[in-house]
Protein backbone atom coordinates (compact mmCIF):
# COMPACT_ATOMS: atom_id res chain seq x y z
CA UNK A 1 0.00 0.00 0.00
CA UNK A 2 1.10 3.03 -1.20
CA UNK A 3 2.02 6.06 1.42
CA UNK A 4 -0.57 8.37 -0.45
CA UNK A 5 -3.34 5.58 -0.34
CA UNK A 6 -2.55 4.77 3.52
CA UNK A 7 -3.41 8.44 4.02
CA UNK A 8 -6.55 9.07 2.58
CA UNK A 9 -7.39 5.62 4.46
CA UNK A 10 -6.45 6.61 7.95
CA UNK A 11 -8.00 9.96 7.89
CA UNK A 12 -10.69 9.20 6.01
CA UNK A 13 -10.00 11.69 2.80
CA UNK A 14 -11.77 10.73 -0.51
CA UNK A 15 -10.43 11.71 -3.87
CA UNK A 16 -13.14 13.95 -4.02
CA UNK A 17 -12.31 15.50 -0.90
CA UNK A 18 -8.63 16.12 -1.79
CA UNK A 19 -9.26 18.11 -4.81
CA UNK A 20 -11.58 20.14 -3.12
CA UNK A 21 -9.17 21.12 -0.35
CA UNK A 22 -6.44 21.53 -2.93
CA UNK A 23 -8.83 23.79 -5.05
CA UNK A 24 -9.74 26.06 -1.85
CA UNK A 25 -6.84 28.48 -2.51
CA UNK A 26 -7.89 29.78 -5.23
CA UNK A 27 -12.02 30.13 -4.59
CA UNK A 28 -11.04 33.75 -3.65
CA UNK A 29 -9.82 34.90 -7.10
CA UNK A 30 -13.06 33.74 -8.52
CA UNK A 31 -15.46 35.55 -6.28
CA UNK A 32 -14.59 38.64 -7.79
CA UNK A 33 -15.25 38.67 -11.78
CA UNK A 34 -16.75 42.24 -12.35
CA UNK A 35 -16.74 45.80 -11.05
CA UNK A 36 -19.79 46.27 -8.78
CA UNK A 37 -22.60 48.67 -9.61
CA UNK A 38 -22.03 52.15 -8.56
CA UNK A 39 -17.73 51.82 -7.95
CA UNK A 40 -16.44 55.35 -8.83
CA UNK A 41 -12.86 55.45 -10.11
CA UNK A 42 -11.19 58.18 -10.87
CA UNK A 43 -8.78 58.25 -13.79
CA UNK A 44 -6.75 60.56 -15.70
CA UNK A 45 -6.04 60.39 -19.77
CA UNK A 46 -2.83 58.92 -20.54
CA UNK A 47 -2.84 60.38 -24.60
CA UNK A 48 -4.80 62.69 -26.11
CA UNK A 49 -7.78 61.85 -28.48
CA UNK A 50 -7.96 64.16 -31.21
CA UNK A 51 -11.76 64.04 -33.37
CA UNK A 52 -9.66 65.19 -36.49
CA UNK A 53 -7.59 61.70 -36.42
CA UNK A 54 -9.09 59.31 -34.08
CA UNK A 55 -11.00 56.40 -36.16
CA UNK A 56 -13.75 53.56 -34.37
CA UNK A 57 -11.69 51.33 -32.57
CA UNK A 58 -8.38 53.23 -31.76
CA UNK A 59 -7.23 52.41 -28.05
CA UNK A 60 -7.98 55.22 -25.34
CA UNK A 61 -6.35 54.39 -22.20
CA UNK A 62 -6.11 56.18 -18.40
CA UNK A 63 -5.21 55.42 -15.35
CA UNK A 64 -6.21 55.48 -11.62
CA UNK A 65 -5.57 58.85 -9.68
CA UNK A 66 -5.82 56.23 -6.53
CA UNK A 67 -6.51 53.12 -4.88
CA UNK A 68 -10.21 51.65 -5.46
CA UNK A 69 -11.09 49.19 -3.64
CA UNK A 70 -13.23 46.41 -4.52
CA UNK A 71 -15.81 44.41 -2.09
CA UNK A 72 -14.25 41.31 -1.90
CA UNK A 73 -11.01 42.18 -0.63
CA UNK A 74 -9.28 43.19 -3.91
CA UNK A 75 -8.38 46.29 -5.29
CA UNK A 76 -6.63 48.16 -8.04
CA UNK A 77 -3.81 50.40 -7.14
CA UNK A 78 -2.81 53.95 -7.69
CA UNK A 79 -1.75 53.49 -11.84
CA UNK A 80 -3.86 51.01 -12.78
CA UNK A 81 -4.32 50.65 -16.23
CA UNK A 82 -8.12 51.72 -17.68
CA UNK A 83 -8.43 50.80 -21.42
CA UNK A 84 -10.60 51.63 -23.85
CA UNK A 85 -11.79 52.29 -27.56
CA UNK A 86 -13.24 55.31 -29.83
CA UNK A 87 -16.65 54.25 -30.77
CA UNK A 88 -17.14 56.57 -32.86
CA UNK A 89 -15.04 60.35 -33.72
CA UNK A 90 -16.34 63.36 -36.25
CA UNK A 91 -14.25 66.19 -37.04
CA UNK A 92 -15.53 70.01 -37.46
CA UNK A 93 -16.04 70.82 -41.29
CA UNK A 94 -16.73 74.37 -42.16
CA UNK A 95 -19.86 74.57 -44.53
CA UNK A 96 -19.48 77.88 -46.08
CA UNK A 97 -23.10 78.20 -47.25
CA UNK A 98 -25.09 81.36 -45.61
CA UNK A 99 -27.21 80.77 -42.76
CA UNK A 100 -25.48 77.14 -42.99
CA UNK A 101 -25.78 75.11 -40.00
CA UNK A 102 -22.31 73.70 -38.78
CA UNK A 103 -22.09 70.51 -37.84
CA UNK A 104 -20.79 69.51 -34.72
CA UNK A 105 -17.67 67.28 -33.60
CA UNK A 106 -17.68 65.06 -31.60
CA UNK A 107 -16.19 62.02 -30.29
CA UNK A 108 -17.26 58.72 -28.47
CA UNK A 109 -15.36 56.40 -26.31
CA UNK A 110 -16.17 53.33 -24.14
CA UNK A 111 -13.68 51.76 -21.87
CA UNK A 112 -13.43 48.23 -21.71
CA UNK A 113 -11.73 46.76 -18.93
CA UNK A 114 -9.22 47.44 -16.04
CA UNK A 115 -5.89 46.12 -15.20
CA UNK A 116 -3.62 45.76 -13.02
CA UNK A 117 -0.54 42.77 -12.56
CA UNK A 118 -3.03 39.68 -12.95
CA UNK A 119 -6.17 41.24 -12.33
CA UNK A 120 -7.89 41.80 -14.86
CA UNK A 121 -12.25 42.59 -14.91
CA UNK A 122 -14.12 44.17 -17.20
CA UNK A 123 -16.16 47.40 -17.24
CA UNK A 124 -18.87 49.55 -18.53
CA UNK A 125 -18.54 52.75 -17.11
CA UNK A 126 -20.17 55.89 -17.25
CA UNK A 127 -18.76 59.37 -16.59
CA UNK A 128 -20.03 61.03 -13.47
CA UNK A 129 -17.77 63.60 -13.69
CA UNK A 130 -15.41 65.33 -16.57
CA UNK A 131 -12.44 68.29 -15.67
CA UNK A 132 -9.99 69.17 -18.49
CA UNK A 133 -6.20 69.28 -18.31
CA UNK A 134 -5.83 72.39 -16.56
CA UNK A 135 -8.56 72.05 -13.79
CA UNK A 136 -6.95 68.66 -13.06
CA UNK A 137 -3.21 70.36 -13.36
CA UNK A 138 -4.44 72.31 -10.32
CA UNK A 139 -6.96 70.31 -8.33
CA UNK A 140 -4.07 68.32 -6.48
CA UNK A 141 -1.99 71.40 -6.16
CA UNK A 142 -1.65 73.13 -2.33
CA UNK A 143 -2.52 76.67 -1.98
CA UNK A 144 -2.76 79.28 0.85
CA UNK A 145 -5.38 81.73 1.80
CA UNK A 146 -4.00 85.47 1.49
CA UNK A 147 -1.99 87.31 3.83
CA UNK A 148 0.61 86.33 6.72
CA UNK A 149 0.45 82.80 8.34
CA UNK A 150 -2.49 82.00 5.40
CA UNK A 151 -3.35 78.18 6.32
CA UNK A 152 -3.33 75.58 2.93
CA UNK A 153 -6.26 74.49 1.01
CA UNK A 154 -7.13 72.48 -1.60
CA UNK A 155 -10.16 72.56 -3.66
CA UNK A 156 -11.23 69.08 -4.92
CA UNK A 157 -13.23 69.26 -8.33
CA UNK A 158 -16.39 70.39 -7.74
CA UNK A 159 -15.97 73.58 -5.11
CA UNK A 160 -15.24 71.12 -1.79
CA UNK A 161 -12.27 73.36 -0.52
CA UNK A 162 -10.23 70.86 2.59
CA UNK A 163 -6.61 71.01 4.18
CA UNK A 164 -3.90 68.62 3.53
CA UNK A 165 -2.74 68.49 6.66
CA UNK A 166 -6.83 67.11 7.95
CA UNK A 167 -7.95 63.37 7.57
CA UNK A 168 -11.84 64.70 7.88
CA UNK A 169 -13.70 66.67 4.64
CA UNK A 170 -16.26 68.94 5.72
CA UNK A 171 -19.19 71.06 3.51
CA UNK A 172 -19.99 74.66 4.98
CA UNK A 173 -22.20 73.34 7.54
CA UNK A 174 -19.45 71.24 8.97
CA UNK A 175 -20.66 68.22 8.11
CA UNK A 176 -18.40 65.19 7.50
CA UNK A 177 -18.78 64.70 3.91
CA UNK A 178 -14.92 62.36 3.12
CA UNK A 179 -11.94 61.44 4.73
CA UNK A 180 -8.80 62.01 3.50
CA UNK A 181 -6.14 59.02 3.70
CA UNK A 182 -3.14 57.72 3.12
CA UNK A 183 -3.75 56.36 0.34
CA UNK A 184 -6.21 59.27 -1.29
CA UNK A 185 -9.74 60.68 -1.11
CA UNK A 186 -12.53 58.58 -0.17
CA UNK A 187 -16.30 59.53 0.04
CA UNK A 188 -19.93 58.73 -0.27
CA UNK A 189 -21.10 60.10 -3.57
CA UNK A 190 -23.91 62.78 -2.96
CA UNK A 191 -27.11 63.24 -5.41
CA UNK A 192 -26.07 66.55 -7.31
CA UNK A 193 -27.02 68.43 -10.31
CA UNK A 194 -24.21 70.80 -10.08
CA UNK A 195 -24.89 74.36 -11.80
CA UNK A 196 -21.05 74.90 -12.20
CA UNK A 197 -20.74 72.25 -14.40
CA UNK A 198 -22.95 73.88 -16.80
CA UNK A 199 -24.36 70.83 -17.65
CA UNK A 200 -27.77 68.50 -16.57
CA UNK A 201 -26.70 65.58 -15.45
CA UNK A 202 -28.69 64.69 -12.12
CA UNK A 203 -25.83 62.29 -10.32
CA UNK A 204 -26.82 60.11 -7.75
CA UNK A 205 -25.66 59.20 -4.43
CA UNK A 206 -24.04 56.18 -3.35
CA UNK A 207 -24.78 54.02 0.46
CA UNK A 208 -20.63 52.68 -0.23
CA UNK A 209 -17.69 54.79 0.21
CA UNK A 210 -15.79 55.36 -2.65
CA UNK A 211 -12.52 56.65 -4.35
CA UNK A 212 -12.94 60.48 -5.28
CA UNK A 213 -8.92 61.40 -5.71
CA UNK A 214 -9.19 64.79 -6.95
CA UNK A 215 -13.17 64.94 -7.16
CA UNK A 216 -15.57 66.57 -4.54
CA UNK A 217 -18.31 63.96 -3.43
CA UNK A 218 -20.55 66.30 -5.44
CA UNK A 219 -19.07 66.56 -8.76
CA UNK A 220 -21.49 65.89 -11.91
CA UNK A 221 -20.80 67.07 -15.11
CA UNK A 222 -18.11 68.80 -17.38
CA UNK A 223 -15.20 71.13 -15.43
CA UNK A 224 -13.00 73.90 -17.61
CA UNK A 225 -14.73 73.14 -20.89
CA UNK A 226 -16.06 76.04 -22.37
CA UNK A 227 -18.21 74.94 -25.85
CA UNK A 228 -17.85 71.21 -25.62
CA UNK A 229 -20.77 69.29 -24.28
CA UNK A 230 -21.88 66.01 -22.96
CA UNK A 231 -25.77 64.32 -24.10
CA UNK A 232 -24.59 61.06 -23.18
CA UNK A 233 -22.64 60.10 -20.69
CA UNK A 234 -23.46 56.46 -20.96
CA UNK A 235 -25.25 55.78 -18.24
CA UNK A 236 -28.12 54.40 -20.20
CA UNK A 237 -26.07 50.94 -19.66
CA UNK A 238 -23.84 51.52 -22.66
CA UNK A 239 -21.12 52.89 -21.36
CA UNK A 240 -20.35 54.87 -23.94
CA UNK A 241 -20.01 58.61 -23.48
CA UNK A 242 -19.68 61.21 -26.05
CA UNK A 243 -18.55 64.95 -26.26
CA UNK A 244 -19.10 67.05 -28.82
CA UNK A 245 -17.97 70.91 -29.51
CA UNK A 246 -19.50 73.61 -32.04
CA UNK A 247 -16.94 75.54 -34.39
CA UNK A 248 -13.88 73.30 -34.08
CA UNK A 249 -12.75 69.86 -34.19
CA UNK A 250 -13.00 68.14 -30.39
CA UNK A 251 -9.55 67.24 -28.54
CA UNK A 252 -9.64 65.49 -25.09
CA UNK A 253 -6.26 66.48 -23.66
CA UNK A 254 -3.85 63.81 -22.02
CA UNK A 255 -4.02 64.77 -18.07
CA UNK A 256 -7.27 65.58 -18.47
CA UNK A 257 -9.65 63.39 -15.44
CA UNK A 258 -13.00 61.80 -15.32
CA UNK A 259 -14.71 60.00 -11.94
CA UNK A 260 -16.00 57.59 -13.59
CA UNK A 261 -19.00 54.66 -12.10
CA UNK A 262 -19.35 51.38 -13.06
CA UNK A 263 -23.34 51.20 -14.46
CA UNK A 264 -26.48 50.27 -13.33
CA UNK A 265 -28.41 47.74 -16.04
CA UNK A 266 -29.68 49.29 -18.31
CA UNK A 267 -32.91 51.39 -18.30
CA UNK A 268 -34.56 52.29 -21.05
CA UNK A 269 -35.93 55.83 -18.73
CA UNK A 270 -32.54 56.69 -18.93
CA UNK A 271 -30.87 58.87 -21.84
CA UNK A 272 -27.87 59.96 -20.67
Known amino acids: MTTSRFLLLNFGITAASLIALLSAPFAR??????????????????????ASTARPGDRVTAKTLQVVMLPGG?????????????????????????????????????????VSGDLTLPVNLSVRALANANQSLWAPRVRYQSGEGGAA????????????FDKTIRDQEGDTIGYNRTQGVFARLMASDDPASKTNMNCNSTNTEQSVAIFSPYACGLYGFGRESMPHAGRSGS???????????????????????ETEAPSVQSKL
Not at 29 to 50: H, I, L, M, N
Not at 90 to 112: G, L
Open 29 to 50: SEVQSKVPPGTAVPVRFVRSVD
Open 74 to 114: ERFPKGSLLVGHVVEAQSYHFNPEPYARQKASSISIHFDQI
Open 153 to 164: FMTLIGGVEFSP
Open 239 to 261: GTFTLVSRGHSLKLYAGSTALLQ
